[in-house]
């Protein structure tokens, strides 16, 4: 008998693990890894083209919350495909070697970089998006550091970008800015390691 409930709960198991990975089984089904050159894949296996929603709601997205914590609308650095399907549904486009040659799925406002099956980066490219403090797109270079404090680190990019890393816990949050002082985009990745800009 006792033998025969160890079956039934490792069967169990198994079965679990199988199902929290069905959408990344999916994706290495349809991606081909081997592919040289950048693609996009809208697959109905991989993408719902209906999943239009803006994934960050401005109000409830509070950044020192979120370089704290390393999570944002639900989705958190590390979380695999799955997890990330699960919280955001199917991506509106999946990407291979866009970038830095990551796997990147595209939704509303955003795209998240992955490394394998977990989530490297979040890209917010929704230019409307304001944060909870306020901050912005349009926001002054002065207001991120009123608000954020000094950043960590800053990065000369080129003559014309450098970045401004601010360090906290789970995550990096980065931001790309000209010499002008707009902000050019927005990032929160895994904390950093070194000192080499990421694209």
């Known amino acids: 008998m006792h033998k025969h409930l160890i079956l039934i709960f490792t069967l169990c198991a198994l079965d679990c693990v199988a199902a929290d990975q069905e959408y990344y089984r999916q994706f290495l089904s349809v991606v081909d890894t081997n592919l040289a050159v950048p693609h996009v894949f809208r697959s109905p296996l991989l993408t719902d083209t209906s999943n239009t929603n803006p994934k960050l709601t401005n109000s409830t997205v509070s950044l020192k919350k979120v370089t704290a914590s390393g999570e944002i609308a639900g989705v958190k650095l590390g979380m695999t495909m ?3 399907v699960s919280v ?6 999946v990407r291979w070697l866009y970038g830095d040659g990551a796997p990147c799925f595209l939704f ?5 970089a ?4 977990q989530v490297e980066k979040v890209h917010i490219f929704d230019r409307t998006f304001l944060s909870q403090e306020g901050l912005g797109y349009r926001s002054k270079v002065e207001d991120w550091t009123r608000v954020l404090g000094e950043p960590t680190q800053r ?4 003559a014309s970008l450098y970045d401004m890393l601010y360090d906290a816990g789970q995550a990096t949050f ?4 000209t010499v002008r002082g707009r902000i050019d985009d927005l990032y929160m990745e895994r904390p950093v390691s070194g000192t080499q800009p990421k694209e």
């Not at 509303?108 to 998240?112: A, F, H, I, T």
């Not at 980065?174 to 800015?177: G, P, S």
């Open 82 to 84: 799955d997890e990330v």
């Open 88 to 93: 955001w549904g199917k991506p509106l486009q």
């Open 108 to 112: 509303g406002g955003v795209d998240l």
């Open 114 to 117: 992955f490394k394998g099956n």
């Open 155 to 158: 990065i000369d990019r080129t």
């Open 174 to 177: 980065r931001l790309v800015v």
